[in-house]
């Protein structure tokens, strides 16, 4: 996983770890001197996996359309069909959604080593704005099995599971360790501005998973 590797080479963000526990890269295109300029790229696929996310998502909520007229309806209405054509259109959407799910969850796992490294203060406000707009899609995903009243497939167990039980204490611990860093003022406020967002984002998100999670 290219995240790992770069946390190989940043280091951890605890004060305890040790860089060189992490074992060897996969990437050999990672190094000292690369790993920073990979830490962009990879945020902005996060970004467009979100993005992605968010669209799929939206489509799938949206009411289709019947373009036939009352005498076609009238002629093909037939209920049984109707059934069954309704279950095979459950199933596909729901497959497309847990494939939303899943690479939601990669992302997931690419974030966890991001924010348990030692980012550099220069890229701390791209990653809190990355960060926020994960838990803005984890929210609306969430949010859509909710207004489903859908009881949660594997898939959405796991990435919720692994928001509640890595991601977040991940972030929190990240926030500490931005903050405690003794880095370029400027760059330290622009981050800063950011970060109740973020935290916002984060609690809103965990309201949601109790209400869903009473509802199921």
Known sequence: ????????????????ADKQGHG???FQIINERTAAQLIPIL?????????D?????SSLKAPVMNLE?????????????EAAGDGASATRQQAVRN??????????????????????????????????RFYRTLDGVVRDAAGRAAVPSKRLERLIDHSGADLSPAVYAYITFQGNAKADSTKVDK????VPQLVFSI?????LLIKYSKQC
Do not use: W
């Open 1 to 16: 996983m290219l995240a790992k590797d770069l946390r190989v080479f940043l280091g951890d963000n605890a004060p305890s």
């Open 24 to 26: 060897l890269p996969d």
């Open 43 to 51: 945020l902005a696929h996060v970004d467009r996996l979100c993005t």
């Open 53 to 57: 996310a968010d669209g799929v998502i």
């Open 69 to 81: 007229s009352p005498d076609e309806q009238d002629a093909a209405d037939d209920e049984s069909d």
């Open 99 to 132: 494939e939303v799910y899943a690479r939601l969850d990669k992302s997931l796992a690419a974030l966890v080593e991001l924010v348990s490294s030692r980012v550099p203060a220069a890229q701390a406000a791209l990653m809190v704005r990355t960060l926020t």
């Open 191 to 194: 981050q800063s501005k950011s």
């Open 203 to 207: 609690e809103k998100y965990e309201v």
